[in-house]
C-alpha cells in the first residue's frame, strides 16, 4: 500500500522577507518551549527559548513570542535567507515532566528567491 | 566546542542482526536522550537517562530495544534482533538540566533490509 508519512504545514517566503511559523502547544503547565531548526540530513539545532514567566525573547534574526492564555508560541524570523530553509519544531518541557521535551510536527520553511 | 557525537553516521543491515548506536554526550550535561525520527511517527523520544540512570523508558518500543549509559560519557542503544520496521534515523541529545535546551547529534541513519 502507499506509504502516508506526516503531512508537514508548508510556509513559503520571498528572500528577504519575514516570516513567521506558529505552534500550538497542548499542556498548560509546560512552563519551557525551545524552537528547533533542523536541516536535511541533520539533526534538530537549538534556535531559541522562552521560559514561561516571559512572553518575548529575541536572538539574532529571531523572535519567539509566547501566548500563555491560548497556548500558543510563534517564531519570527527577519530578513529571510536561502539559508533558513529548513523543518521548524517547537518543543515544551511540562512542569513534573523532567527533562522531557514534547514535539510539535513541524512546519517547512521554503525560501524562494 | 564539541557537540553530541553519534556513530557510524550510517547503518545497513539484514534483518535479525544486532545493531549497536553509540553516543557521546556533550562534557557537562547529565541528561541523555535517544530519539527516532521516521516519515510516519515524526520525532518520538525512546528514553532517557539523569546522570547515567534511565529515568524514563516508556518509549522503547518493544524488549528488542535496549539502552545503558556506563558513564557520563557514553550511552548506547541496542536493537537485537533488528527488523525491517526499525529503519529510521535515530538521535541522540543531551542537556545539562530541566529548563536547558537538548543538544542534538546528527543521527545514525539506519536500514534493515
Known amino acids: 500500500g502507499e506509504n502516508v508519512g506526516l503531512h508537514l504545514p508548508t510556509l513559503s517566503v520571498q528572500e528577504g522577507d519575514n516570516s513567521i511559523i506558529n505552534c500550538a502547544y497542548s499542556n498548560s503547565a509546560s512552563d519551557y518551549f525551545i524552537w528547533y531548526k533542523q536541516e536535511s540530513g541533520k539533526g534538530p539545532q537549538f534556535i531559541i527559548d522562552?521560559?514561561?514567566?516571559?512572553d518575548k525573547r529575541q536572538g539574532q534574526r529571531v523572535t519567539v513570542l509566547l501566548n500563555k492564555t491560548v497556548k500558543h508560541l510563534s517564531l519570527q524570523i527577519a530578513a529571510t535567507q536561502p539559508g533558513d530553509s529548513a523543518v521548524y519544531f517547537c518543543a515544551e518541557n511540562p512542569r513534573g515532566g523532567g527533562n522531557k521535551l514534547t514535539f510539535g510536527t513541524g512546519t517547512q520553511l521554503k525560501v524562494e528567491l | 566546542d564539541a557537540g553530541v557525537i553519534q556513530s557510524p553516521r550510517h547503518e545497513v543491515t539484514e534483518m535479525g542482526q544486532e545493531v549497536t548506536l553509540r553516543c557521546k554526550p556533550i562534557s557537562g550535561h547529565n541528561s541523555l536522550f535517544w530519539y527516532r525520527q521516521t516519515m510516519m511517527r515524526g520525532l518520538e523520544l525512546l528514553i532517557y537517562?539523569?546522570?547515567?540512570?534511565?529515568?524514563?523508558d516508556s518509549g522503547m518500543p518493544e524488549d528488542r530495544f535496549s539502552a545503558k549509559m556506563p558513564n557520563a560519557s557514553f550511552s548506547t542503544l541496542k536493537i537485537q534482533p533488528s527488523e525491517p520496521r526499525d529503519s529510521a534515523v535515530y538521535f541522540c541529545a543531551s542537556s545539562y538540566n530541566r529548563n536547558q535546551p537538548q543538544h542534538f547529534g546528527d543521527g545514525t541513519r539506519l536500514s534493515i533490509l
Open positions: 522562552i521560559r514561561s514567566n516571559m
Open positions: 537517562f539523569n546522570n547515567n540512570v534511565p529515568i524514563d
